[in-house]
């Protein structure tokens, strides 16, 4: 079993910062990418960082130089550095695991935290 659980969200003011995290436990091996993925109401859930096998990290184009994504391997977390906060990031934040194992095939979702950029 594999279980992710974000927290970190929360009501922040225009130009504020937030960090983000995503805690995995179970079945945590064979990771072949990692990232973060925002849905608002009547919007698709769309990409916005992702760490793929290598390391390598992308980004979403309205989000370049204003977030970061980055890992802790040895404690099975992923992180989100969300700075500069607009209103129109306003969404709630999924963490999502690619995992390509024998035995933990799948990708994998939390449960979503909310971000609200409001003044």
């Known amino acids: 079993q594999v279980q992710l659980v974000e927290s970190g969200g929360g009501l922040v003011q225009p130009g504020g910062s937030l960090r983000l995290s995503c805690a995995a436990s179970?079945?945590?091996?064979?990771?072949?990418?990692m990232g973060w993925y925002r849905q608002s109401p009547g919007k698709e859930r769309e990409l916005v960082a992702s760490?793929?096998?290598?390391?390598?990290?992308v980004y979403a184009d309205d989000v370049k130089g204003r977030f970061t994504i980055s890992r802790d391997n040895a404690k099975n977390m992923l992180y989100l550095q969300v700075n500069s906060l607009k209103p129109e990031d306003t969404a709630v934040y999924y963490c999502?695991?690619?995992?390509?194992?024998?035995?933990?095939?799948?990708?994998?979702w939390g449960q979503g935290t909310q971000v609200t950029v409001s003044s």
């Open positions: 179970g079945s945590i091996f064979s990771i072949n990418a």
């Open positions: 760490i793929i096998s290598g390391g390598r990290t």
């Open positions: 999502s695991f690619r995992l390509r194992g024998y035995s933990n095939y799948g990708d994998y």
